[in-house]
């Protein structure tokens, strides 16, 4: 039995023969193995697996195992039998889920990943059962784990307007009963219970999390009831699909179990059938088979197919949480449901806009999986020279803590993308081969301390992609076009040129720009815009329009792109006197002294709730607008600061929650980030450092980074590239007023950058401002100073050559210039070092100790005294940085008072911008 992987050339149609065993169907393929390198052969689908042919097409990836091999005239076919499994795409990571709920109703797969998962008492309940299910497999005592359990969902009952009380007895129903056939053996297993396990296959391009495995075998808990005496199709499949995934952990189950956890409730003389709680099935090989191929099915649908109706599955719409989302998405977009409709199909340019951004947003999606395929793909090395694994890691010790597990290593070299709070794959070895769980990350540094539920040898921490952006992305999309209110729609649809109230009232009487940005802010019936380069006052101008638009009465919501920004805004309403917000994030990505801000969601639902709903002024990131707390919450306006960094649907996050809008921004920084857009190729490029690293440490709730895709820039991914603030500044200039005050450079630094970004509109605050110099620093012996930083701007060439992604001269004559710098007073934490690359970061950074050294993308927002930038590129102009100008931009206007390049002069001058860049550094 062979194994044939690769993609596929043709795909045959399907016909019928006759055999020994009567009429069966076969398609024949050609396929290309051993990843396309060996010439096309013939392989033959018999059977179900002919259904293969019915959705995949010429450029597939094909995987085939267990097929027979035999010679037919001369040549060698291949064909399957009756233990051979075919996997389509198999780097595609389906979600088990999602194979269920495609079983169940196609269309409900669909609405699924549109509108993502709204608030209801059902799945709130589910999820407390299932947490207590857990607890209890780990030993834990009813009466605590409900308490607790219920007390941690304290603001997700309160929006429900929940009864603590209630919920606890509910629960409880639920929960002795799990409890007393626990104790009872009637759920046999003694200690071989394993609680909520992720499974990741390599082989069937599966993922999922199995609430437990007993003895090898998949338990899957149903808080419904059901009182037939096999299980659920759907909860089969289920079932089935975790069963696929250990089976190639070499634990090849033949039962799975199903536990109802209602039957328990159910009085015995009312109802009937079977009241038992636990079922167990034999997973044969037609049902692993069957899964198999939905998922398949799942992998290889594109997202230009049409929508499913839900016809095509025997779905009953009567009990479904779905159906008004399904009437709404039915009636909005024109499509037949079995549900029927709700509402007026959208507008011809509304419903164009939707399918434009629904298709790019797919294409993200892969570009996320590909992601994933890298666990497995790339060696340990790699992974870790592309800083998405900490490995080699020594073990030292294990401890037990309230039923969860603290693990520790050492770890020589704690350099990655990896962030405190960040949630991983911590492992024995192998992320996928080897035991792994999943683990929150407490501590990083020569000792790493990580929490999981499971004990594990940790050995190897690995990023572990998210979902999570592209999801929110869809929601918000639904939110905002199928679910908005029309007029809210005009301006972003162009209907309408955004309208403006007079406001007579001086808010900030020494800076005219900012105060006319809070008149329009306040003043606004639709949207303003407020355009900040660096260092205008944008977080300043933010709390003062904060501030202005609460007395007015109007409840604020706002957000930003990254976690920094938000906390930031904060903190600048504090410095103004206000202090009556509440700040919605994970504990991990608030900072420090915002966390007495922070909403708990622990605690009594109706305060919780109250906290949330009465706040003039709530904080999040965009990410975490699309949580279904934040979309149960309504404001007046809703405030985004670093909207040039977004993409429209990420924005759409924000602005679904409010009737009118303030965007905050400069255009000309950095672009949003859009995996399936990049084109650079290798991971260790500046763009691929992007999300996790601008959100600042923070980014437990923001998308995970994913390496770019070689997919090249696609008008799909073109439509993310822009943000919204940059397509409404274009389309409604009236809308905007551009800060152009700065109160952080030298005249002299940000003359380049007011001259090539901003029309030349720039200028310095003040005289002082404008007039910094180095030797102003108390600190600083003004003789003692090397050469460039005499100067406000410098240009040193060292002659170097790039060997890679570094330039070793430029490492040595920037390790010299800093050393010189600080023997002349420069204190070390006020120089910045920035490079387009993070190897070359790294060289330097090892160079000189306690000096910041980053990539441009973990420096925009941020302003050192002294900055030098690397560019590293010798010959030609091959490198991120120069993909787009903004990132120059934003390196070049992140020093106040000294700024100095180091780069070869012949390669810069090639292209006009950067010569005009040399000849004013000069
Ligand atoms: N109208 C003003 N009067 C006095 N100081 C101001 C004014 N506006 C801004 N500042 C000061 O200028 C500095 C920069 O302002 P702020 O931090 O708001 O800039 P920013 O535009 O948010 O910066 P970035 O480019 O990093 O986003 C701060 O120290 C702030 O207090």
């Avoid at 052969?41 to 697996?49: A, M, N, P």
Wanted: charged share 30%; hydrophobic share 35%; proline share 5%.
């Amino acid at each position: 039995m062979t194994e044939l992987r690769g993609p596929l050339v043709e795909v045959g149609e399907k016909t019928s023969v006759s055999t020994d065993y009567g009429e069966r169907d076969l398609v024949e393929l050609t396929i290309r193995p051993d990843d396309g390198r060996a010439a096309p052969v013939t392989l033959t689908l018999w059977g179900k697996w002919t259904e293969t042919a019915e959705y995949t097409e010429e450029g597939m990836e094909l995987l085939a195992v267990d097929v027979e091999e035999e010679e037919f005239q001369g040549e060698i076919q291949y064909s399957t039998t009756g233990d051979s499994r075919i996997v389509v795409e198999p780097d595609y990571l389906v979600n088990v889920t999602d194979v269920r709920s495609w079983v169940q109703c196609p269309r409900m797969h669909y609405l699924n990943k549109l509108s993502g998962v709204p608030l209801n008492y059902p799945v709130i309940k589910g999820t407390i059962v299932h947490e207590v299910f857990s607890d209890l497999l780990r030993g834990g005592d009813v009466e605590t784990a409900i308490d607790e359990r219920v007390a941690e969902a304290g603001l997700d009952l309160g929006l429900l307007d929940r009864d603590a009380d209630e919920v606890r007895a509910d629960v409880a129903d639920h929960a002795r009963a799990i409890d007393g056939w626990l104790r009872q053996g009637t759920l046999d297993g003694g200690d071989e219970w394993r609680s909520e396990r992720t499974l990741l296959s390599e082989r069937y391009g599966l993922k999922g999390r199995a609430d437990a495995v007993r003895r090898g075998s998949p338990v899957e808990l149903k808080t419904g009831k059901n009182t037939n005496s096999e299980p659920r199709f759907q909860d089969k499949v289920q079932v089935a699909c975790y069963a696929l995934l250990l089976d190639e952990m070499g634990e090849p189950p033949d039962t799975g179990t199903l536990i109802y956890t209602k039957n328990a409730a159910l009085d015995r003389n009312e109802a009937d059938g079977d009241l038992s709680p636990a079922k167990d099935f034999s997973l044969s090989d037609g049902l692993l088979e069957y899964v198999l191929r939905q998922r398949n099915e799942l992998a290889a649908m594109g997202v230009d197919k049409t929508v499913p109706t839900g016809y095509e599955a025997n779905a009953t719409c009567n009990y479904c949480f779905e159906q008004d989302t399904c009437m709404v998405v039915s009636g909005r977009l024109d499509q037949e449901s079995k549900a029927g409709g709700i509402g007026d199909p959208l507008p011809s340019e509304e419903r164009a806009y939707f399918e434009r951004f629904y298709r790019a947003i797919e294409d993200e999606r892969r570009a996320v999986h590909r992601e994933y395929a890298k666990l497995w793909t790339q060696s340990a090395a790699e992974r870790a020279a592309a800083d998405r694994a900490l490995v080699d890691l020594e073990p030292v010790g294990k401890n037990e803590v309230d039923g969860r597990w603290e693990l520790r290593a050492r770890c020589d070299d704690p350099v990655s993308k990896i962030r405190e709070g960040d949630v991983v794959l911590a492992s024995d070895g192998h992320p996928v081969r080897g035991t792994a769980e999943m683990a929150r990350v407490i501590e990083l540094g020569d000792e790493v301390v990580v929490e999981t539920d499971e004990p594990v040898e940790l050995r190897r921490l690995d990023v572990y992609p998210s979902e999570m952006g592209v999801d929110g992305m869809l929601t918000a999309l639904h939110d905002a076009v199928l679910a908005g209110d029309q007029e809210r729609k005009d301006v972003l649809f162009g209907r309408r040129e955004p309208e403006f109230r007079d406001v007579d009232e001086t808010f900030i009487d020494n800076n005219p720009a900012q105060d006319r940005a809070v008149r329009m802010a306040v003043g606004a019936d639709d949207c303003a815009l407020i355009h900040g380069p660096p260092g205008t006052g944008k977080t300043y101008t933010i709390a003062r329009a904060i501030r202005a638009l609460v007395d007015r009465g109007e409840r604020v919501l706002l957000s930003a792109f990254t976690n920094r920004a938000v906390d930031n805004a904060l903190e600048a309403l504090e410095e103004q006197g206000f202090t009556e917000f509440v700040r919605v994030g994970t504990e991990s990505g608030v900072r420090e002294d915002m966390q007495d801000h922070r909403l708990e969601s622990r605690g009594d639902p109706e305060a919780r709730a109250r906290e949330l709903r009465e706040a003039p002024v709530v904080a999040a990131t965009t990410a975490s607008c699309g949580s279904r707390v934040l979309r149960e919450t309504e404001f007046d306006v809703a405030l985004v600061d670093e909207a040039g960094q977004l993409t429209e649907p990420a924005t759409l996050a924000a602005l679904a929650l409010a009737d009118r809008f303030v965007l905050v921004g400069d255009h000309q920084q950095l672009p949003p980030v859009v995996q399936s857009a990049d084109t650079a190729s290798d991971g260790t490029s500046a763009s691929d450092d992007s999300a996790a690293a601008r959100s600042d440490g923070g980014h437990a709730d923001v998308q995970q980074p994913i390496e770019p895709s070689p997919s090249g820039g696609s008008g799909r991914a073109a439509d993310l590239s822009r943000s919204l603030f940059e397509r409404l500044a274009d389309e409604h200039p009236d809308a905007s007023v551009l800060l152009d005050t700065q109160y952080r450079m030298a005249q002299r630094i940000q003359a380049y950058s007011s001259q090539e970004f901003y029309d030349g509109a720039l200028r310095p605050a003040s005289g002082a401002v404008a007039a910094q110099h180095v030797s102003d620093l108390s600190t600083v012996d003004a003789d003692a100073l090397p050469d460039p930083l005499r100067n406000r701007v410098a240009f040193v060439d060292p002659d170097g050559t790039a060997r890679g992604n570094t330039n070793p001269a430029e490492v040595t004559a920037i390790t010299e210039l800093v050393e010189r710098a600080v023997e002349a007073g420069v204190p070390r934490e006020e120089i910045g070092v920035i490079a387009p690359f993070r190897a070359q970061a790294a060289a330097i950074r090892r160079e000189i100790p306690a000096v910041t050294v980053d990539t441009v993308d973990r420096f925009q927002g941020s302003a050192k005294e002294v900055v030098i930038v690397s560019f590293v590129a010798t010959g030609d102009l091959d490198s991120p940085i120069f993909e787009d100008h903004r990132r120059v931009n934003v390196a070049l206007t992140r020093a106040k008072k000294a700024l100095v390049l180091v780069g070869d002069e012949n390669a810069l001058a090639s292209d006009e911008r950067y010569a005009r860049m040399v000849d004013w550094a000069k």
